[in-house]
């Protein structure tokens, strides 16, 4: 007979702000590339692409601590969005004329309140919490056999 660990879900409890959250920055950071791309695309090119990318990065991880993809897909949009912020964070303020207009990951996420510097380190956060063999899942069970 073989075992079964169940892991908690992740958008469940805190997990559901979490989610909202990222929600909210999948929303903001998708509708200011957009308007950045067909108003003014021609001034900062790179700068407008690199906010579609940080929103599409929030979309996946949005669903994907919502529990509805795999774990894995959370831990790399998560892992993704960290480096971009820290690379572009650190890019943005070594050499600023290379960003003639801010991303939503330039001076690490200033303009955000420096939002998405944290986001992805409580992100990675709650999938090691979650994501620990013998926690108790949605259901409340620790273990089940196969």
Known sequence: MSERVETAATGTGP?????????????????RAAVQIAARFHEAPV????????AAVYVLATVALGGRVSRRIAVAACSVELAGVL?????????PASFPDETVWSAYGRGYGFVPLVLPV??????????RPGR??????????S
């Open 122 to 131: 409580v992100g990675l956060a709650w999938l090691w919490r979650t994501g």
């Open 47 to 54: 700068a407008y692409l690199l906010s579609a990318l940080a």
């Open 87 to 95: 690379l572009i964070g650190t890019y943005s303020l070594a050499d």
């Open 15 to 31: 997990g559901r702000l979490l989610v909202a959250v990222y929600g909210v920055f999948a929303l903001a950071a998708g509708a």
């Open 136 to 145: 108790a899942g949605e259901n409340g069970t620790r273990t089940s056999a």
